[in-house]
């Protein structure tokens, strides 16, 4: 689980995975590119770099998030960087905490994505995510954000989102 050392116990961490029907290279290929987020997550509206990098550790970026009636731009940085593995965030501001998004290969055309976050929300947004709802409305937009991918990768172009 991710670690967050802001973390009050107010918020519970999220976990989510999903089986995308590709060699782990291609879906590597398209979480790489954090740009591209915002074509599979739906509450990513756009993303800013800071700076010249756009990949590995060190690498800042500007997202600005919307949630239904929340809307904010969350300022994060990339923490952790293992090629065809892992890339995890921190993010500060409005928001902190941390996320990761790991990859497990089982086998040649089949790979695991596993999206864990520990996110701590400032008081006034308290009212849905500083509980059990919260972490529901959480994950099911983020679960949303995981089929998205797999039908990005997976080439079905069916998904609202990705057109």
Known sequence: MVENKNYDGAVPN?????????????????????????????????????????????????CETKIGPFKL?????????????????????????SGRFTLLQLSPRRTTFTWEESLVFPFWMGGPFRNPIGKKILEFVWK???????????GDNSSPSLS
């Open 144 to 154: 949303q954000n995981l089929k998205n991918l797999k039908g990005l990768i997976e």
């Open 73 to 97: 731009t969350d300022r994060m940085e990339i923490t952790d960087w293992v090629e065809r593995e892992t890339i995890g965030v921190s993010h500060k501001g409005l928001v902190s905490g």
């Open 14 to 62: 999220i976990s989510i995975e999903t089986i995308i029907e590709a060699s782990l290279e291609e879906v590597w290929e398209s979480v790489e590119d954090i740009q591209s987020h915002v074509n599979w997550m739906d509450d990513a509206v756009s993303i800013h770099f800071i700076g010249s990098r756009q990949q590995g550790v060190g690498t800042i970026f500007d």
